[in-house]
């Protein structure tokens, strides 16, 4: 079948119908810039949904995907291998964590995570100290344990009997975690900023009481850390930016850098019970992912790029002060680093779509956050210029959606 003949039709005739991308294909990226089989240009400020940190075909990365390609794909976790060490020393090196378990995908580290807690809670309390404390809006990923620990049950509805004894509360609701933590419970799984859920980023005062709650209660503080991770909100990891330090992290996303990757970051001693044979995954921590992710983590981890980040937050909220005072749309901007939501105000309820399609149309991607949040989730790589011209196109849009 020749180039031409693959078409967007096609993805319907062929594809199981659980997505619905839009009408033009990407062919090829090149930094923040993407070109569709008509060789249209895009201003990508979607990263692949925050996961290419540095940008599409990031010449130092297909360089270590190229290098490791010549000389080891997968062996198989019947042994260990270079790279995967390599990259488990460096977030060992520059994070709370000792002990890291290499994953495939973000659902895969937080089931891994979930799977620990139960797990740890057994061997070291009871058996039934089961119960998951998990927020409203909150995204864990895919799996049946983690969608149903997510906080939208129409995404775990419809499934049969779900994962039992989670428990869901509002984020950022002290009160509400009080009443509701108890010795029965084996952990709290939450974002340090809600990402899908609308770009709400966690209030320090919460991340405190949740630490202090999970250590009265001899519960794991686990924070799902996939969006928010790899230099995103401005730090390595955003609890960094928290006075907290957490029990589990899980990474995923960025931390590949747009090959798939993921890893459940712990302590030793929560880690022991991870027994031999207690769990496992085929791919996780192959030396192909794991080559790429550690090129990843030297080009991201620098005070260069972290500040990077902070500077370019700063100009892309002021841009969109701008256009939100020409045009009145926004109620805030939130969000951290180079994760940021503008939310739609009164006026504009429901129509974070018609945005992300108008911007579509001036040749910009962006992404959205539920339907009133439209979600800009850039490379950190991407040039102060290229931000600017980003939010030409924006204001561009806004004004076809507000005129129309
Ligand atoms: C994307 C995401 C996930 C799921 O990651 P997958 O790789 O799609 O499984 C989990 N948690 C958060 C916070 C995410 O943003």
Known sequence: MSNTQITRPLFDQLMVPNYAPLSMIPVRGEGSRVWDQEDNEYLDLTGGIAVNALGHAHPELVDALTVQAQKLWHVSNIYT??????????????????????????????????????????????????????????????????????????????????????????????????????????????????????????????AIAVRALCNKHNALMILDEVQTGMGRTGHLFAYMGLDVVPDVVTSAKALGAGFPISAMLTTTKLASCLTVGTHGTTFGGNPLACAVASKAFDLINTPEMLNGVKQKEQLLRSLLTDINQQFNVFEEIRGAGL??????????????????????????????????????????????DEIKLAMIKFGTAVKKVVSA
């Open 339 to 384: 994760l940021l939501g503008a939310v739609l105000n009164e006026q504009y309820q429901g129509r974070a779509k018609d945005f992300f399609l108008a911007s579509a149309e001036q040749g910009l991607l962006v992404l959205v956050a539920g339907a009133n949040v439209i979600r800009f989730a850039p490379a950190l790589n991407i040039s102060e």
């Open 81 to 206: 291998n270079e790279p995967a060490l390599q990259l488990a020393q460096k977030l060992v090196d520059n994070t709370f964590a000792e002990k890291v378990f290499f994953a495939n995908s973000g659902a895969e580290a937080n089931e891994a995570a979930l799977k620990l807690a139960r797990r740890y809670a057994q061997d070291n309390f009871s058996a039934d100290k089961t119960e998951i404390i998990a927020f409203y809006q909150g995204f864990h990923g895919r799996t049946f344990f983690t969608v149903t620990a997510g906080g939208q049950s129409t995404y775990s509805d419809g499934f049969g009997p779900k994962p039992g004894d989670i428990t869901h509360l509002e984020y950022n609701d002290l009160t509400a975690l009080e009443a509701a933590i108890s010795d029965k419970t084996c952990a709290v799984i939450l974002e340090p900023l809600q990402g899908e859920g609308g770009v709400l980023p966690i209030c320090n005062q919460f």
